[in-house]
């Protein structure tokens, strides 16, 4: 057992402003049962130095929860965007294939592996991804839940703003101002609430233009990598419906 090996071959720079020190390097680390991309990362940092014998700065890498909870390891594993925490050794690479590691490609590049996933936050922002309840408290109680509407959302809940669905959307580029599938469905969560339900027509109004639903070119790429099986195109075709009836009958309601 000691004397096996994984190779990782890894895309690295220094930094979003040094496109010149873009390169690949690969590392030799010991295998060892249950070995995730992160424990691997993690044995290179302990003695970052390549194949070549050559003495190198620590590969940086972003990750928080390592139980596929927070989303922070996202990143390309064998060209496939995942997340690093759940990407066990033994599967990705069975027969010790080389294993490639790159930074994913939608969001700006902060170092090697790290990226800024600033716009997804944003996204929330923009859409309204929360229950507005300040000032309504001496009102009482709000609308109970039922257990059907407990169980549609809990899906769309699981969304933990990785950026795998953006990764993976061919509408989401340099060209497109598309805002991706994870924001439109928080549009569908939080409409689907009881008293999210209330200020429903304003979320609405924020992904009417081009940059919303009609950006979508159904690759349905999205539901393929989702790590919590998230039914974003249903949501996408759902809020694409309720977008049609408020610019069709939305003016009734003012």
Excluded at 36 to 49: D, G, H, T, Y
Excluded at 79 to 90: K, M, P, S
Excluded at 165 to 191: H, M, T, W, Y
Aim: contains cysteine; aromatic residues 4%; charged residues 25%.
């Amino acid at each position: 057992m000691a004397d096996k090996t994984i190779r990782l071959k890894i895309q690295r720079q220094d930094a979003a402003d040094q496109p010149e020190t873009k390169r690949w390097e690969e590392f030799d680390v010991a295998w060892h049962p249950q070995m995730n991309v992160i424990s691997a990362l993690m044995e290179i940092r302990k003695q970052p130095k390549t194949v070549e014998g050559k003495d190198i700065a620590p590969v940086v890498w972003e990750s928080v929860c390592l139980e596929e909870v927070c989303g922070a390891c996202t990143m390309i594993v064998n060209g496939r965007v995942r997340q690093a925490c759940t990407a066990l050794i033994d599967v990705i690479s069975p027969n010790q294939e080389p294993i490639t590691l790159q930074p994913m490609t939608k969001f700006p590049l902060v170092r090697d592996l790290i990226v800024d996933r600033s716009r997804m936050f944003d996204d929330l922002k923009t859409v309204k991804a929360w229950i507005q309840l300040d000032g309504s408290h001496e009102l009482g109680p709000g609308p109970r839940q039922s257990q059907e509407n407990q169980e549609e959302a809990y899906p769309l809940s699981r969304c933990m703003t990785c950026g795998c669905c953006l990764e993976a959307c061919p509408q989401v580029n340099d060209s497109s101002k598309f805002i991706g599938p994870a924001a439109l469905n928080q549009v569908r969560l939080f409409n689907l609430h009881p008293s999210g339900k209330m200020h429903a027509s304003e979320r609405l109004q924020t992904v009417m233009d081009e940059d919303g639903v009609i950006g979508c070119g159904k690759a349905q790429n999205c539901v393929e990598v989702c790590p919590k099986e998230i039914p974003l195109v249903d949501s996408i075709a759902i809020v694409s419906r309720q977008v049609t009836k408020e610019m069709l009958f939305g003016w009734l309601l003012k």
